[in-house]
């Protein structure tokens, strides 16, 4: 199932808010559709809307640096997206064809979430017990993934893995989406509350964390689902490994720091009103959504990318992939 289809000259997206009740293909026609498509988390992920966006920049006749701005302004956190944009304007400035330049990225990042679930597939031994947190599966990439890459690839080289699932509120990407991932491809996937992953760790079900990311700071501190740094603690605590994996277009050298990331705010519907018939709290009651969180690089094991597993000190080892460029 590809969550994004481009054939015969037309752009199809599966539409991740309805999943897994029900499987609908959207076709974008405006940059409002587009726009509103990354916004709703209708095309969702940080490689995912990267994508997407590419297939915008080409197939839409709007002027294309103030598409490139449009897109860019629909969500803030994913350095993908704005990655994948300013690609195309390049492109479009060499006067590149801008369809093959969008099936490109598209193509590369298959390339890319094959590799790093070889890398990340190394570091796991069959039987283990893995928590992730959000999404990062084929829906949120192009295939495999990259969090559950080594799920996904290791299923097909014979590893049984018993993977623990959290729910990931408020919208929940993990009940929807990354259980629906796992049972599809016929692995042993058991889905938690969020509050529940101290106790899994506890009880010793839980060998490795592996989680996507959003954007990589260039001193290896990483943004990701709101909740990641949080298991990162815990996981610290209960001494199991924490891996990040993330393509490497996903490292943002001009950013210093996770301080330095700007973490989305969402709307409070998402969690008071969303999932239940009945509103979930008082209308008047204040709500605060970030929709992502950083997760200290001292938190984390190693960070599993396209070109190689980097381990601390992140910020030296970072430096080292970008100069062998
Ligand atoms: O808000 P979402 O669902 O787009 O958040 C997605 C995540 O946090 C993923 O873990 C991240 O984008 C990496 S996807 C390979």
């Not at 599809?184 to 592996?210: E, F, H, P, R, Y």
Request: with cysteine; net charge negative; aromatic share 8%.
């Amino acid at each position: 199932m590809k969550n994004i289809d481009y054939k015969n000259g037309k752009l199809f997206f599966l539409d991740q808010t309805v999943l897994p009740n029900r499987i609908e293909y959207i076709h974008p026609l405006t940059k409002e559709d587009y726009y509103y498509a990354i916004k709703t988390l209708q095309v969702r992920g940080a490689p995912a809307i990267g994508i997407f966006a590419g297939y915008a920049m080409a197939l839409l006749d709007d002027d294309k640096y103030e598409l490139k701005k449009y897109l860019d302004s629909a969500r803030p956190t994913a350095v993908n997206l704005s990655w994948a944009t300013s690609r195309m304007i390049k492109a479009y400035e060499d006067g590149k064809d801008l369809v093959s330049e969008a099936i490109a990225i598209h193509n590369e990042d298959i390339e890319m979430c094959k590799k790093i679930s070889e890398y990340g597939l190394s570091l796991l031994k069959d039987g283990d017990g893995i928590l992730t947190h959000c999404n990062a599966g084929a829906l949120a990439t192009s295939e495999y993934g990259t969090g559950l890459g080594p799920l996904l690839l290791g299923k097909e080289k014979g590893y049984t893995f018993h993977a623990y699932t959290d729910e990931t509120r408020p919208l929940l990407q993990g009940a929807r989406l990354t259980s629906f991932e796992l049972e599809k491809a016929g692995i042993d996937v058991t889905l938690i509350c969020d509050n529940m992953a101290s106790l899994v760790m506890k009880q010793g079900k839980i060998d490795a964390v592996l989680v996507g990311t959003d954007r990589i700071a260039a001193n290896g501190d990483i943004a990701n689902k709101i909740g990641t740094s949080g298991v990162a603690i815990l996981a610290k605590h209960y001494n199991i490994p924490f891996y990040v994996l993330g393509p490497y277009s996903t490292i943002d050298y001009n950013c210093p720091t996770g301080d330095d990331i700007v973490i989305e705010e969402r709307e409070p519907s998402e969690i008071k009103e969303m999932w239940y018939r009945e509103p979930m709290a008082l209308k008047e009651t204040k709500c605060y959504n970030p929709a992502f969180d950083v997760t200290d690089h001292e938190l984390i094991t190693a960070i599993i990318t396209d070109r190689g597993i980097i381990r601390a000190p992140f910020k030296e080892n970072l430096q080292r992939i970008k100069d062998n460029d």
